[in-house]
């Protein structure tokens, strides 16, 4: 008999702590974020827009008056980022994990939190709305994004090409366009068929103010003998969207 109460004491004194964690201890799982919605507001189209959001891992123990080394933290209150999905897949909206967490295996710890950058293209005009849906271990939750684009500027290029006929020396082709409209305009090359692998654009990132005027030039080293005639897009925030420059010449003299 005595051995059976002294068996049932050792248990009661085992469990206690158990008792205790499970009374004064509730355990929290969670995760949150510092923004729930972004309204870019109106933008550019082609320049788009970005921001940053912290998503923090709310796991935790709120503790009562008990001894803390009664709580061991195994580990399972760790927060794991597992994937990005969204409302539509237009490609205009993307989300990204900052930092050391780029890997979705790396654990965020209670009370941590790791920066998400979102980032809208600005490559429709009009209203864009989109949700951000961010699959976690310990539930989803979802950034909602809203912008409106703007393709209202109106651009007018003094010339679309180029010729350069026989080319001895390094030099440049220049393309000027104008500002006609009431609103900034901004531009963005590209390439075609890797011409710019080896001709080199010079263009101002800042945008030009209505009723300015701006220069492309394209330089053009004589690395390559030969006929040459290339062309590139030019991306604008005007209706049109976009523009086809050429460049033509014959390079006489190689480097």
């Known amino acids: 008999m005595k051995n059976i109460v002294l ?26 974020l510092t923004k ?31 001894d803390s080394s009664l709580i061991k933290d195994t580990g399972h209150n760790n ?35 790791i920066p998400i950058l979102v980032a809208i293209s600005g490559k429709k005009s009009g209203n864009v709305s989109n949700n951000i849906i961010i699959h976690t271990s310990s539930g989803d939750v ?7 684009v703007k393709d209202d500027g109106i651009i007018e ?4 090409s180029v010729i350069l006929d026989s080319i001895y020396k390094d030099t440049t082709a220049v393309f000027k366009f ?4 009431n609103e900034p305009l901004f531009i ?35 690395r390559r003998c030969g006929p040459f005639e290339k062309g590139f897009s030019v991306t604008t925030n005007t209706p049109e969207h976009k523009f086809r420059l050429k460049v033509k010449g014959e390079i006489i003299k190689c480097k």
């Open 188 to 222: 963005q090359l590209g390439g075609d068929g890797g011409f710019f692998d080896w001709a080199a654009p010079f263009y101002s990132n800042n945008p030009t103010l209505p009723g300015d005027s701006g220069i492309i030039s394209i330089y053009i080293p004589t």
């Open 142 to 148: 979802s950034i909602k994004i809203k912008a409106f």
């Open 178 to 181: 104008y500002n006609k409209g």
């Open 79 to 113: 927060l794991y980022f597992l994937k990005f999905t969204y409302g539509n897949e237009d490609n205009l909206v993307m989300a990204m994990i900052l930092g050391k967490w780029e890997r979705t295996f790396d654990p965020i710890t209670p009370n941590d939190s």
């Open 157 to 160: 290029f003094k010339n679309k």
């Open 7 to 32: 068996r049932l004491k050792v248990l009661a004194l085992s469990i206690l702590p158990l008792i205790l964690i499970q009374k004064c201890n509730a355990q929290i799982y969670g995760v949150s």
């Open 36 to 66: 729930t919605e972004i309204d870019f507001g109106s933008i550019y189209y082609g320049q788009g827009a970005k921001d940053t959001v912290y998503m923090k891992n709310t796991n935790y123990y709120a503790k009562g008056k008990i």
